[in-house]
């Protein structure tokens, strides 16, 4: 039987005893890079819902739930459940609206929308605790680091490495890892960025602040303070130039200093640690991209892999024991030139 039909089927029994009559209103509200796909319900009294339709032989609705719980027990603004059937895999949950932060950012509206991201993720941060969600550890961060490899190089720029070039790429992995690995640990959102963070009118029922409702958490682990960060500034869909990318990090740092997380004394040393983070989050982004459009054939994502590409190069760039994934990546420039390719 079609998703559409198990969920309207769903919707009906929860609905049945309120809206006797009703022909529940089911419209399209969006999909992200998984199987998942999210459905907007309007109620004859106006309210509307969102039902995330998550196929069960393919998505697990537990950690959403779990996260969701860690999220609002910290005091951020994260959808409220209303139902669950964990074996069709639906949930019923509040409605953040369909505002972004991605669509309402501007030079005008940044510094307030970003006060209220900092305020979040310092609230999530906050409240972390070890044992409760997974640790982002080696296995993890080198698994998303061979995306790059895999995806972005041998498959979407069709170039097999050298034994030169995968050296070198291994010894900046290392370099990366072990910077990341030594950072403090929090709890991350792991994809923190303007297309998950909503505008919201008002708070909700139970008094969190508006902004930013937060989605798409259920991929959430226990790692490196700055990865979340990285995230938010280094955003694959929208670029500020650094030093305004700048002064907002400065003002979450600052704020972090004042909630007692752990982060770096000195600004210099916390802004590498954030660069080298981003660094590997943009390697990962790179081979996600290229296997969303190669594997999935999802082609909304190429025109974003310049403006990874960009804050990876500056990285590399900008950093000596990085310099030699900048020199691989020139290289792979002039390949990509002379074999036509073009992205």
Request: net charge negative; with cysteine.
């Amino acid at each position: 039987m079609p998703r559409t039909i198990l969920l309207r089927n769903w919707l009906n029994h929860i609905y049945s005893s309120k809206h006797p009559e009703q022909e529940i209103p089911i419209e399209p509200a969006s999909a992200d890079a998984s199987f998942r796909r999210y459905f907007r319900v309007t109620l004859d009294n106006g309210e509307t819902r969102i039902v995330m339709d998550a196929p069960p032989q393919h998505e697990d609705c537990r950690p959403f739930l779990k996260v969701a719980k860690l999220f609002r027990q910290a005091g951020v603004h994260v959808p409220e459940v209303f139902a669950e059937d964990l074996g069709q895999g639906f949930l019923l949950l509040s409605d953040l609206g369909n505002t972004t932060y991605l669509s309402a950012l501007n030079e005008q509206t940044a510094p307030s929308l970003y006060r209220d991201a900092n305020t979040a993720l310092v609230h999530i941060q906050h409240s972390s605790r070890p044992g409760l969600l997974p640790d982002y550890d080696h296995a993890l961060l080198s698994r998303e680091l061979n995306l790059f490899p895999d995806w972005y190089i041998a498959k979407h720029l069709d170039i097999a490495l050298d034994d030169k070039q995968n050296a070198a790429l291994r010894t900046v992995f290392d370099k990366l890892l072990a910077n990341n690995l030594a950072q403090p640990k929090v709890f991350v959102h792991r994809d923190y960025h303007s297309r998950n963070l909503m505008v919201v009118d008002g708070a909700d029922a139970n008094s969190f602040p508006a902004n930013p409702g937060i989605l798409d958490f259920q991929d959430a682990v226990y790692g490196p303070i700055t990865y979340d960060l990285a995230s938010l500034y280094r955003d694959a869909y929208i670029r500020w130039e650094e030093e305004q990318e700048m002064d907002f990090v400065i003002r979450y740092w600052e704020m972090a200093r004042k909630a007692g997380l752990p982060v770096d004394s000195d600004f210099h040393t916390f802004y590498r640690d954030y660069e080298w983070m981003g660094a590997q989050r943009q390697i990962k982004v790179l081979g996600i991209f290229a296997r969303l459009f190669h594997r999935d054939g999802k082609d909304g994502y190429l025109k974003d892999m310049p403006r990874v590409m960009a804050y990876l190069r500056r990285t590399a760039e900008r950093y000596n024991e990085l310099k030699p994934l900048a020199h691989l990546l020139d290289q792979l420039e002039n390949r990509q030139v002379q074999t036509g390719l073009t992205f």
